[in-house]
Nanobody, 114 residues
Framework: VQVVESGGGLVQPGESLRLACEAS????????IIWHRQAPGMPRDWVAS???????KYQESVKGRFTIIRDVAKNAVYLQMNNLKPEDTAMYYC?????????WGQGTQVTVSS
């Protein structure tokens, strides 16, 4: 039972990335998915979430740029990140949560730099 993030990389400001959170050993259906990020020397912060009923929420700094998408058929949740800024540079983590259960991935690095 695990979740795995992928899709990070090095991009220039204004470019896009699509992060994936994929589950193995269990179905993400019914789980709330939270994307977090942590920049060096900073506390971890939540970025976006999608609830079990598909209610979506976004941190103010990413509204209008990031979109969280659930793909039931692929058992995955994506974070589409457009118009990336240097301040988006961080390690991005996916958390799958339901009731008291929580599964975390190892993270994927996003670096935005010119």
């Amino acid at each position: 039972v695990q979740v795995v993030e992928s899709g990070g990389g090095l991009v220039q400001p204004g470019e896009s990335l699509r992060l994936a959170c994929e589950a193995s050993g269990f179905s993400l259906l019914g789980y709330g998915i939270i994307w977090h990020r942590q920049a060096p020397g900073m506390p971890r912060d939540w970025v976006a979430s999608i609830g079990g009923t598909n209610l979506k929420k976004y941190q103010e700094s990413v509204k209008g740029r990031f979109t969280i998408i659930r793909d039931v058929a692929k058992n995955a949740v994506y974070l589409q990140m457009n118009n990336l800024k240097p301040e988006d540079t961080a390690m991005y983590y996916c958390e799958a949560t339901r009731s008291s259960a929580s599964e975390w991935g190892q993270g994927t690095q996003v670096t935005v730099s010119s």
